[in-house]
């Protein structure tokens, strides 16, 4: 098996272009230098005896894989014959799938120097899990766990069995003790072995209003999985850095309207996202729910309890972002948005009401445009940002 990904990764050394840039490149040497080390570090007696030396290379090799293939991919170029190579790579192969092909996050097409590698490990059983590669750029946390072998997956339409033991049945990620938001996907492949995380700096507290998150430049944070049929998590204490430069506008001006006291308080601007920081002013001496009762209920959700207000974000250019993931509905929150192309020099917060819902594409995965959305713009509230 590590003889046929020596092979493809060799493959795809040989379609490297001319082209790519001195720090990717010199990435991708420091990657085919770890496979040729790990291998030349283990004997052939070692290799015949040793069992959880050869997990461990086959480890590093794929880990080295992975790191190549998002490298690759961040560099933006995959020609269509690396593309045939990349798909063929055990763990590669998913991620290409999913973070190139695809293309759901286009921040990741900007990620080349951003990438941190974390090689972590955790053993339980005959099952090992992996955490190859980390992406925090302040804001939110993007990392893939893959488990080589393993179905992480449940079966579809099966009924709870050894048939499913192995995939995913609790997850947890912890910062300072408290759980955080996250979500994830499954990396596609015929083995589903891999899931693509990102955290959010949101904590995780059901039926409450959700506090966000100013995470440090450095911190640990915890990760717990556990799967089916076995007891014991798999915990990783992971070390994150930021990796990304990042502007970070404020504003202390609050706008008013229809006795909405709105202050769009933070815009931080990287290369991997842009986050703004929505937060609702009660007046002084009035509570959260005289506020709410004070607004005309044409700005509140279904349940009518709370500002529905959504958000675009467009530059001096007309140029508008799209949305990761869906808004908030809270009295402070922070909204997920693509990256901005090249810096801007003024950025327009324009809340608006959907007045009537559209409708996504059939079949669509990702960042989609939604068709035939009618917005009422609420231009009192709009917030600009000057970008020095």
Request: contains cysteine.
């Amino acid at each position: 098996m590590n003889t046929k990904l020596e092979e493809q990764l060799k493959n795809c050394q040989s379609l490297l272009p001319d082209q790519l840039s001195d720090i990717a490149r010199s990435k991708l040497n420091e990657t085919y230098q770890i496979i040729r080390d790990t291998d030349n570090s283990i004997s052939p007696i070692q290799r015949k005896t040793n069992v959880s030396r050869t997990l461990n290379k086959w480890w590093v090799s794929t880990a080295a894989a992975a790191i190549l293939g998002v490298t690759l991919i961040a560099s933006g170029f995959v020609s269509p014959a690396m593309a045939d190579a990349l798909k063929q790579i055990p763990v590669l192969g998913q991620i290409y799938s999913l973070w190139g092909e695809k293309n759901l996050d286009p921040g990741l097409q900007q990620a080349e120097d951003f990438i941190t590698n974390v090689n972590q490990s955790v053993t339980h059983g005959n099952v090992t899990m992996n955490i190859p590669t980390l992406l925090f750029d302040g804001t939110r946390i993007l990392m893939n766990i893959t488990t080589p072998g393993n179905r992480l997956a449940s079966e579809p339409n099966s009924p709870p069995s050894d048939a499913n033991k192995g995939a995913v049945d609790k997850f947890e990620v912890l910062y300072n003790g408290q759980p955080l938001q996250w979500g994830y996907e499954h990396m596609d492949g015929e083995t589903a072995s891999s899931i693509m995380v990102q955290v959010f700096s949101t904590y995780y507290e059901p039926r409450t209003t959700t506090p966000t998150i100013q995470f440090p430049d450095q911190f640990d944070l915890t990760v717990n999985v556990t799967l089916k049929g076995y007891d014991v998590p798999f915990q990783f204490v992971v070390p994150v850095t930021r990796s990304t430069p990042i502007t970070v506008l404020t504003s202390e001006e609050t706008k008013h309207h229809d006795n909405i006291n709105l202050q769009n308080s933070k815009l931080e601007i990287t290369p991997i996202t842009t986050q703004l920081s929505v937060e609702y002013k009660t007046k002084p001496g009035q509570s959260v729910e005289e506020m709410l009762a004070s607004i005309p209920s044409k700005y509140k959700g279904a349940n009518g309890g709370v500002i529905a207000l959504q958000y675009d974000i467009v530059d001096e250019h007309g140029v508008q972002l799209k949305p990761i993931g869906g808004h908030p509905l809270s009295e402070s929150y922070n909204v997920l948005f693509e990256p901005f192309k090249t810096q801007p020099r003024t950025v327009t917060i324009k809340p608006y009401l959907i007045v009537s819902e559209g409708q996504a594409p059939a079949g669509a995965i990702g960042l989609v445009e939604v068709k035939n959305i009618v917005k009422e713009y609420i231009p009192e509230l709009e917030t600009v940002f000057s970008v020095q």
